[in-house]
């Protein structure tokens, strides 16, 4: 699978919500939105950013929650490169009715306690679920038994929080490009696994990064669980989606 | 380290892209991967660890336990389940003396379920150590146990019966009990064959006249989709890259389908030739048949078809004597998943990786199997390509109808007296099939496997088309004696455990869906439920990436409209909300501490 966007020097002019704006070929929708003040949310992908440390744009195309409609047809905007006229549709309610309703499946699907996670006031997914006014599920929860690992010195990985977008997967590598992390089986049985092996002598670096970059708090850096307090959680003055110009880009701002 | 596993690694020059043969030959060797293993492969191979096991968890076939000395595998496929799968499992538990999903304590059985290994027509099948054992009743299974126990090898115990299949099925390269069971063989793909001749006449035409011909026949995939075959040969040949590749998918693991069992087996030939005619057209020099799991007893058969062709000159270097048509063809195997029948993920398992489809663009023409731009066609459609060089298009297009030309394969089984192949001109109804096949008293007929269509008794008039009711050629017949949503059950049970896991709507909507009908089926549902399947079936369709995700509501969906009243009668009326009555519910626990529940006048009173 080809995760990595790369860009090159062609300009696109594209649509999304009737506004016109450029783009360059090779970025993907999501790309140019970012790059255009333009929110359209997402779990998996990844805009690289000295935060998060990335070196390059990440989308594994997972989470599904940044389908957009584009010229009539449901896509994902993360995986979806721009192409020239394209009419794209993403704030409207039936769009985020669907993004809802996966949020409400993500919450059944694993074993969600917000009040006394150490990711809360700066999980994405609790932050979606703000944003779409999500009550209760309309769905069944799932009771999963899930697994928390704890076996590594830096890390504690509780799978209960995790929800598969395999940011840790396609981000956090040794140097010679070996994963720390992986997917195991499918369907109702799917989940991450860590190589313990390689976690155990994780960076303290990169111990960080993995906690950053998880969008929930599947994977947190030991001790440092609760370090942040209320009033200064990343959504605690700002909604997710409210800040309308990415403000540490890497690459160059349009 | 072992010596073992490293030989196994080099026997495929420990590329990476061929981990999954080599996963295949490590599980058939110790009988499971264990994580030892996993770290040496992933040395051997230059991956990680999690690319190993990551792959390994994804197939059906494949284990990080042992998986025993025999290694049976029953089919739970829906028509098995119509058929006595239930007293066959409890006969083959019993016997071993271990549940199902275990090994017996003496490492020497191990009993599994797998969801359909192409045996439609005469079931209950299972595989045991790869070979293919039919029709078998409880009486049979205790047999078998039997001879395991006393250590009777697979082999000696499938040709105990004499009964070997007919066709190339009692071949000694196959010499399988399965059988053709062809009821209707048609013009094209079951029709009069020679070998050889297709290519003859193909290398004296150009690239571009082999492509007018197979655009002229409409030819359309065979597999389901339906995209017009021309079109995507098109698309390959323009497409840039130094080399091409043309892949025949042979993973047909949709429940009720076996048409692509019956040709390979009786037209491999045709089907070699469709893959080289293709390889011409689009400028191929790289072949793959991508051949399920499940008929890993096929394969020695398909490498001796192979060699032959060679042999001919029908493959290899100058094929048909035409200089610079080089063009060769190797059977990768697959392992167990029902995903991997969709193109993108099909190439993800081929280069050795859990297959899960693929994000697009770029497709598969564009960028396929190791980067090469490819053409991946089902194996009816290549066959029929082979047929339409040879005989004309012409020939081919004036079967069938107007958008759907030619003929079909279909695989029909279930509830009818002669179940099996029917190839026929497309166009023809669903009655006139239930008719052909000898129906019995039919309640519903399931068109295309779990992700087509579920039909009543209305549809008997609906043409078998791309315009009408397109299949990829599994029918399954119903009968009325059957409990229909036990069957839907079954399908969502499947979808549930073949979904790739990739995406969150597909993921967590398979089990809910499954989950929220047995609910129903337990007397536990309300209305709200149907909204809420409707509801989420209508996510599932708009934010997944594959057809399983898109289909895989299809089942629940189909039997809403077509068998309403099968839920109405589960579904009480004034079931809209559930009232909850509190004495009911703490009569019980009242009862146990000699409680009598207090009037609510008396609370004021105390208060």
Known sequence: MSETIETSSETITLTIDGQEIQAKAGQTILQAAQKNGIYIPTLCALHASKENGLKSDIAPGTCRICTVRVNGRTMAACTTPVAQDYIVENDTEELNDLRKTIVELLFVEGNHFCPSCEKSGSCDLQALAYRYQMLSPRFHYAFSSREVNAESPKLLFDRNRCILCRRCVLAITTEDGKQLFGFTKRGDKSGIIMDEELVKNISEEQAQQAMHICPVGAIIRKEKGFDTPFGQRKYDHNPIGSETVCTTCNGEKS | ?607
């Open chain 2, 1 to 607: 380290m072992s010596e073992h596993i490293a030989a196994l690694a080099a026997k495929y020059d420990n590329d990476p892209n061929r981990l999954l043969d080599i996963l295949i030959d490590v599980q058939a060797q110790e009988r499971c991967i264990t994580d030892d293993a996993a770290r040496q492969l992933a040395q051997e191979v230059g991956l990680s660890w999690a690319d190993i096991h990551q792959t390994v968890s994804f197939y059906h076939f494949l284990s990080e336990t042992p998986r025993g000395e025999y290694t049976i595998y029953l089919n739970k496929g829906p028509v098995a389940i119509m058929q006595g799968y239930e007293a066959v499992a409890t006969a083959f538990s019993e016997a071993a003396g271990c549940p199902i999903d275990s090994v017996t304590e003496d490492g020497r059985i191990g009993l599994f379920v797998t969801a359909d290994i192409g045996m439609g027509d005469q079931e209950v099948a299972a595989l045991i150590n790869n070979v293919v054992f039919t029709s078998l009743t409880p009486e049979k299974a205790r047999a078998l146990i039997k001879d395991m126990q006393e250590g009777v090898s697979v082999q000696d115990m499938a040709s105990k019966e004499r009964a070997y299949g007919d066709g190339n099925n009692s071949l000694p390269s196959i010499g399988s009990m399965v059988r053709n069971n062809i009821q209707k063989a048609g013009p094209v793909c079951l029709g009069p064959y020679e070998v050889g001749v297709a290519l003859r006449k193909c290398v004296t035409l150009s690239k571009e006249e082999v492509l007018e011909e197979i655009n002229a026949s409409k030819l359309r995939g065979r597999g389901g989709a339906g995209f017009p075959t021309g079109m995507k040969w098109d698309f390959c040949a323009k497409a840039q890259g130094p080399e091409r590749c043309v892949v025949a998918n042979a993973d047909e693991g949709e429940p009720g389908t076996f048409k692509d069992r019956v040709l390979l087996t009786e037209r491999a030939e045709l089907l070699f030739e469709g893959m080289a005619l293709c390889a011409y057209a689009v400028g191929a020099t790289t072949g793959s048949l991508y051949l399920r799991g499940e008929y890993t007893y096929l394969r020695e058969y398909l490498e001796q078809v192979l060699e032959q062709m060679r042999a001919d000159n029908l493959l290899g270097k100058a094929i048909a004597g035409k200089a610079g048509f080089d063009f060769d063809i190797r059977v990768q195997l697959g392992a167990g998943s029902y995903v991997c029948g969709e193109e993108s993920a099909l190439l993800e398992s081929a280069e050795g990786k859990r297959g899960e489809p693929r994000n697009r663009p770029p497709f598969p023409a564009q960028s396929g199997y190791r980067a090469m731009p490819t053409v991946i066609d089902n194996v009816e459609t290549l066959a029929s390509a082979a047929q339409i060089i040879d005989k004309g298009a012409a020939w081919f297009s004036h079967m069938g109808t107007e958008e759907s030309t030619g003929t079909k394969v279909l695989s029909i089984s279930g509830d009818c007296d002669r179940p099996g192949i029917y190839e026929v001109e497309f166009g023809i109804t669903i009655g006139a099939l239930l008719e052909m096949a000898g129906a019995r008293d039919p309640q519903a007929v399931q068109v295309g496997g779990p992700s087509g269509q579920c039909l009543n008794a209305e549809a008997k008039d609906t043409p078998i088309s791309f315009e009408g009711c397109p299949s990829a050629g599994a029918i399954i017949i119903i009968g009325k004696q059957h409990d229909l949503l036990a069957i839907i059950d079954n399908f969502m049970e499947f979808f549930t455990d073949e979904s790739c896991g990739s995406c969150s709507s597909c993921r967590a909507g398979t089990w809910i869906l499954r989950n929220t009908l047995r609910r129903i089926r337990q007397g536990q549902g309300t209305r709200e439920d149907l909204t809420a399947m409707r509801q989420l079936s209508t996510v599932m369709e708009k934010t997944t990436k594959c057809g399983l995700g898109h289909t895989a509501p299809h089942p629940i969906l189909n039997t809403l409209d077509n068998f309403p009243h099968l839920y109405e009668a589960l579904i009480p009326e004034q079931s809209d909300i559930r009232v909850f009555d509190l004495d009911a519910s703490i009569k019980a626990a009242n009862a146990a501490v000699g409680r009598t529940s207090v009037p609510e006048e008396k609370e004021e009173e105390q208060l």
